[in-house]
């Protein structure tokens, strides 16, 4: 999570380690950071400085790399760009 991944991307990695659900529970809850989806991208963003250039491509393509639902990813571009993302 400090990497910036999501959730789903981030269950995926500690499952395929063999971790379980309840070991990836309370290592989230334990670990300090955002647990919503949305508040890790907007953190990414943020922090890699995605919107310095206003290049709306690289932020998409950065935030699906770390396993940002593709939904997410439209409603923060729409939020950024003022207008709908395209599909």
Do not use: N
């Not at 709306?56 to 993302?85: C, K, M, Q």
Request: aromatic share 4%; no cysteine; charged share 35%.
């Amino acid at each position: 999570a400090r990497r910036g991944y999501g959730g789903a991307a981030i269950r995926a990695k500690l499952e395929a380690r063999g971790f379980g659900a309840r070991a990836i529970a309370d290592a989230a809850d334990r670990s300090g950071l955002p647990k919503d989806d949305e508040a890790r991208a907007r953190a990414l963003i943020a922090a890699r400085r995605l919107m310095s250039r206003g290049d709306y491509s690289r932020v998409s393509r950065a935030l699906a790399e770390h396993g940002f639902d593709t939904d997410l990813i439209e409603r923060l571009l729409d939020e950024l760009t003022g207008h709908p993302a395209a599909s």
